[in-house]
């Protein structure tokens, strides 16, 4: 807008201006008549002049006629007719431009896509342009733009239109990829951005295997020709280069060949010049886009690897902000097209090895050693997206922990939580006790100084070690009382209907258990290294752990079952070996052995039900030795029916472990045997019911 030597236009006269033009454009778009002069004398006087040439410019532009399509069909009665009036320039490249135009048959705005005019009388160009009309056309997919219409404008120049993708959060990828390395971006929002543009990308590796599948190769896939829609679309644009590689017999010829009056063949052989050909590539992309067997000179074999690298360089732009060549000094004319590549680690240690491997087999020179289509390449996108391992990298112990520790956060809070308390708690109890050992060490060495000196007191020493034992065996009496305390407080818990049925307690129902065995396990510690631990003490720390693997059991917590389940195991087995020994009656010893054993029967089945689902011949191992323990059992003096229940509770599960195996006549065998186990117990409660005793009567 020329002022020359005119007063500056104050900011109302610029509102005023940018108000008429929205009027014009509006009255020229519904078909009515424009009086420039109106508009014009609206202005103050002295503005006029400077304000008649905008507004005739804007008025020039939305006339402008572009063209009109060719009927599709001369023998249908009528011509499809479509004017357009250019309104802007949106982008434009090394072949055509892409304009803003207005659809006038049906009030929309399109993008106009036309040849550059210095390449307008090109045959190669006229070829290319046709060729990507035809080809866009004929790829139906949600991430390709549809083509509208085709043309000729009054130059006899062709044209096509298609869906314009406009808005205020429309973008390219380079913008995007912009935007995420930018210096002010914080961690978090990088993170989050990034995974959005590795989903653009899985959608841009979907829209290229289905090229694929209609014989497509891009060949100039790069960030730049992609869009991001306002409202989440990805689009792959600029099919310019796009190769069909398959039979081109199979690609028809269109009635739109007749629209190049200058070349009328332009579409009849898709293999006429040389970067047309059906077999080579030439290098033909961009430099740092394009694969290294583009160069040299040989046929391409494997069309969709040329994309699937290309797919590589865009993932290499997200992870670093630069193309895999741009840091070369080689030009893309140099026919060996290679250069020294930087790993994405390299350039910013912070990215994740996992994305580094799939990049970098993306990005391979070795053809053969590339993904062999977008979609694998999408789906070890898909799998990093997810937490999951990739099919490229090997992960070692140290990732699978950190991943499992990303997909598991609460339960690792958890257990850091526990384990941080567990170990505050043993440090306090380890420190008491090593106060009071070391105040117990103290007394005594003053008492066996004392002795030593004074010959007269060689009584009263005695006495005092008699007391100390008879101090000891009390504090042994007194921990078995607290076990039997414990264990009642123990049973009321697990006996508890709330706590037992409803939902949500189960933890708290745990954390409760935990906390008496933590003190039967502290109690033992503190036993005098003189003394063995009794039969009673024993006794009642085997039954509480054999408990709680059994309530873990229950609660569908392996690890915990499997934990209390060897320390049952453990402590049986020690009941067992005192039981051997000669202590008290014979009886009662034989009577302590029986028990002990069938206890430790039943941990051994309740480990092999643990083992099952993970190690069916170690489960099967821990039931045999289960059976070859009850064989050891004798009735008297325990009675037939706990021998006869924990049979039929093994054998049922060695069935079921035949069933899983897939052994139906192993199956059965267990079975039946379970089952006459059953019937054995049920005659043996029918028999001694009340009502049975007295009908014997």
């Known amino acids: 807008m020329g002022l020359s030597d005119d007063p500056p236009p104050s900011v109302e006269i610029f509102k ?10 509006a009255a020229v778009r519904s078909g009515q008549n424009v009086d420039l002069e109106t508009y014009v004398a609206s202005f103050p006087a002295e503005y006029q002049d400077i304000v008649r040439p905008e507004l005739e410019d804007v008025l020039a532009e939305l006339r402008i006629p572009i063209g009109k399509t060719i009927s599709r069909d001369p023998d249908s009665g009528y011509e499809a007719l479509h004017e357009y009036s250019v309104l802007d320039q949106l982008a434009q490249g090394g072949m055509g431009r892409v304009l803003v135009a207005l659809d006038e048959n049906f009030s929309r705005q399109v993008a106009l896509k036309v040849i550059q005019p210095d390449s307008a009388d090109d045959e190669l160009y006229q070829k290319r342009f046709l060729q990507e009309s035809l080809i866009t056309a004929r ?13 000729v404008n009054s130059d006899d120049q062709p044209f096509y239109t298609m869906r314009l993708v406009s808005g205020e959060n429309a973008k390219t990828l380079t ?17 989050l951005l990034r995974r959005q543009l590795l989903r653009r990308l899985i959608d841009v590796c979907n829209t290229v295997a289905y090229a694929h599948s209609q014989g497509v190769c891009h060949r100039d896939l790069k960030p730049a020709n992609i869009l991001i829609g306002p409202f989440g679309e990805t689009l792959v644009v600029d099919w310019g280069l796009a190769k069909f590689f398959k039979d081109p017999k199979s690609l028809p010829k269109p009635k739109a060949a007749g629209l190049f009056t200058k070349h009328s063949d332009a579409s009849t052989d898709n293999s006429s010049s040389p970067p047309l050909s059906r077999t080579h590539s030439d290098g033909v992309g961009t430099r740092g886009y394009v694969a290294p067997e583009s160069f040299n000179g040989e046929p391409i074999v494997d ?3 040329l994309d699937v690298y290309s797919l590589g360089a865009i993932l290499y732009c997200i992870l670093t902000s630069k193309s895999p060549g741009s840091e070369s000094s080689s030009s893309l004319g140099e026919r060996s097209g290679s250069y020294k590549l930087q790993t994405p680690r390299q350039i910013d240690r912070r990215i994740p090895k996992t994305l580094e491997a799939v990049c970098l087999k993306a990005l391979s020179c070795e053809r053969e050693l590339r993904y062999s289509t977008p979609l694998e390449l999408a789906s070890d996108i898909e799998r990093f997206l997810a937490g999951q391992p990739v099919s490229v990298l090997r992960d070692g112990l140290v990732d699978r922990l950190v991943r499992w520790v990303s997909n598991n956060r609460k339960l690792a809070m958890s257990m850091l939580v526990f384990g941080s308390l567990l170990s505050f708690a043993i440090g306090v109890i380890a420190l008491q006790q090593w ?42 009496d007194r921990e078995l009382l607290a076990l039997k305390a414990l264990r009642t407080y123990t049973d009321a818990i697990t006996s508890n209907e709330t706590l037992k049925s409803a939902q949500g307690l189960g933890q708290v129902r745990r954390e409760l258990l935990e906390k008496p065995i933590a003190l039967f396990e502290q109690i033992q510690q503190s036993k005098s290294g003189t003394l063995e631990p009794s039969w009673g003490y024993l006794e009642q720390l085997a039954k509480m752990s054999e408990e709680l693997a059994k309530l873990s059991f229950e609660y569908g917590d392996p690890v915990q079952c499997s934990r209390w389940n060897d320390r049952s195991i453990e402590l049986y087995e020690d009941l067992v070996s005192k039981a051997q020994e000669p202590e008290g009656s014979i009886e009662e010893g034989k009577r302590r052995l029986n028990v002990s054993t069938l206890a430790l029967a039943g941990s051994y089945r309740l480990r092999g039900a643990l083992q099952m689902p993970m190690d069916k011949q170690a489960s099967n191992d821990s039931l045999q030795h289960a059976l070859e323990l009850l064989d050891k059992v004798s009735e008297d003096p325990i009675g037939k029916e706990p021998l006869l229940n924990e049979l039929a509770n093994i054998h049922v599960y060695q069935a079921i472990l035949g069933a899983e195996q897939g052994d139906v006549q192993r199956m059965a065998t267990n079975f039946d045997l379970a089952i006459k186990e059953r019937e054995e117990l049920l ?3 029918k028999s001694s019911s009340p009502s049975s005793q007295q009908n014997q009567a």
Request: charged fraction near 25%; hydrophobic fraction near 35%.
């Open 16 to 25: 005023q201006l940018a108000l008429t033009c929205e009027q014009i454009e």
């Open 175 to 191: 913008q995007a990829i912009q935007e995420l390395h930018r210096e002010t971006i914080d961690k978090q929002a990088s993170n």
């Open 435 to 476: 106060s009071y050992n070391a105040s117990l060490t103290e007394k005594s060495q003053k008492l066996t100084e004392s002795l030593a000196k004074e010959s007269e007191l060689r009584e009263k020493e005695q006495k005092a070690r008699e007391l100390a034992q008879l101090q000891q065996q009390i504090a042994s």
């Open 683 to 685: 005659q043996l409660a």
């Open 139 to 151: 790829l139906e997919h949600p991430g390709i733009l549809p083509i509208y219409s085709l043309g």
């Open 303 to 305: 069309w969709p690897r």
